[in-house]
């Protein structure tokens, strides 16, 4: 990839990011002048919920659009299957739309951390045949159609 696309992709997580606080917090500074939000039932609740959503749906697939390498790749890989897990279950604890969103900036946080003071591993190395198999599907699954499940990339 070009750096220059990579910026995009950069700034359009950055941009998700502030615009998916709103949509989790305050909806209705986004969306309030409209006719359609304001006289449909639930439309904040809907908005608000696709607000914490965001993180799995656009901000976390747009930082993996750069194809990073390195521990990164493995923080956006558990942040992928982190943030759908976080959204789903703390609905049963919360229903704040903004503490669910903070939760899912948690996941990614604590994804970043883990995978960076865990040190760097290349998905090739032999330290990875020690990892169950279920766990290196999932991973190899992750990156589907990025070449290297043909070996396009070494």
Known sequence: FRGWLKNVF??????STG???VMATNPDALFGGFALYRDTANMDTSIQVLGFW????????????????????????????GT?????????????????????????????????LAGEEDADDDDNKKQPGWL???YK???????RERGARQ
């Open 54 to 81: 965001w993180w799995w749906l656009f901000i976390v697939p747009s930082l993996r659009s750069r194809r990073p390498t390195g521990a990164e790749k493995k923080a956006l890989d558990i942040a992928f299957l």
């Open 136 to 138: 290196r599907f999932i």
């Open 84 to 116: 759908p897990a976080i959204s789903l279950l703390s609905p049963v604890v919360t229903k704040d739309t903004g503490i669910i969103w903070f939760a899912n900036l948690a996941v990614v946080a604590g994804a970043y951390g883990f995978a960076f």
């Open 10 to 15: 950069l700034g359009q997580a950055l941009l």
């Open 19 to 21: 615009l998916s606080y």
């Open 141 to 147: 699954s992750l990156d589907f159609g990025s070449g």
